[in-house]
T-cell receptor
Framework: KAGVTQTPRYLIKTRGQQVTLSCSPISGHRSVSWYQQTPGQGLQFLFEYFSETQRNKGNFPGRFSGRQFSNSRSEMNVSTLELGDSALYLC?????????????FGAGTRLSVL | DAKTTQPPSMDCAEGRAANLPCNHSTISGNEYVYWYRQIHSQGPQYIIH???NNETNEMASLIITEDRKSSTLILPHATLRDTAVYYCIVRVASGEYGNKLVFGAGTILRVKS
């Protein structure tokens, strides 16, 4: 079974630009969560999508947004990029049902903002 | 904020058991203990989880104290490839409560030859 796939793996942008990251979950998983990892703040929850609806949201500004498609694939968008948005962005998928509800992570997208 | 406390770092000799402690004194009755690890710049990898009974899988064992206020992850025969940051997380298992994982700083495990 294929794992969580994130594209692209690396991205370089300049301040003020916007960026879109993509996440394809494990087949059959309907929940996709996004996390930001920086050396200073560690791993922080951005938001979760389930059945094309945002279910949870972390404490991030409105520049960070996302969506989920009917095939459960998800995208996150960051507008008006700032230097502090440089980070590893991770996507995790889970079935969101049953007692296990294990989240499986992708390899991440490394975003550098210059 | 994370509901767990872990030592910032630990060393272990290759081939020996690595025992990683975690304190979660405010854990609720319906919260599970999950362990993940992250090898440098990769996505976190699920290791094991449990509610109150000890658990074992092909990667590790999880020992949870009877009062559930602490737990220990055991890697029985650590190898150099087990060098990583290990995160202990407590959360409700059911996805109906949301899928937010709250990560603390974790424990950096260094396996040395």
């Amino acid at each position: 079974k294929a794992g969580v796939t994130q594209t692209p793996r690396y991205l370089i942008k300049t301040r003020g630009q916007q960026v879109t990251l993509s996440c394809s979950p494990i087949s059959g998983h309907r929940s996709v969560s996004w996390y930001q990892q920086t050396p200073g703040q560690g791993l922080q929850f951005l938001f979760e999508y389930f059945s094309e609806t945002q279910r949870n949201k972390g404490n991030f500004p409105g520049r960070f947004s996302g969506r989920q498609f009917s095939n459960s694939r998800s995208e996150m968008n960051v507008s008006t990029l700032e230097l502090g948005d440089s980070a590893l962005y991770l996507c995790a998928s889970s079935s969101r049902t049953g007692g296990k509800n294990i989240q499986y992570f992708g390899a991440g997208t490394r975003l550098s903002v210059l | 904020d994370a509901k767990t406390t872990q030592p910032p770092s630990m060393d272990c000799a290759e081939g020996r058991a690595a025992n990683l402690p975690c304190n979660h004194s405010t854990i609720s009755g319906n919260e599970y203990v999950y362990w993940y690890r992250q090898i440098h710049s990769q996505g976190p990898q699920y290791i094991i989880h449990g509610l109150k009974n000890n658990e074992t899988n092909e990667m590790a064992s999880l020992i949870i104290t009877e009062d559930r206020k602490s737990s220990t992850l055991i890697l029985p025969h650590a190898t150099l490839r087990d060098t990583a940051v290990y995160y202990c997380i407590v959360r409700v298992a059911s996805g109906e409560y949301g899928n937010k994982l709250v990560f603390g700083a974790g424990t950096i495990l260094r396996v040395k030859s």
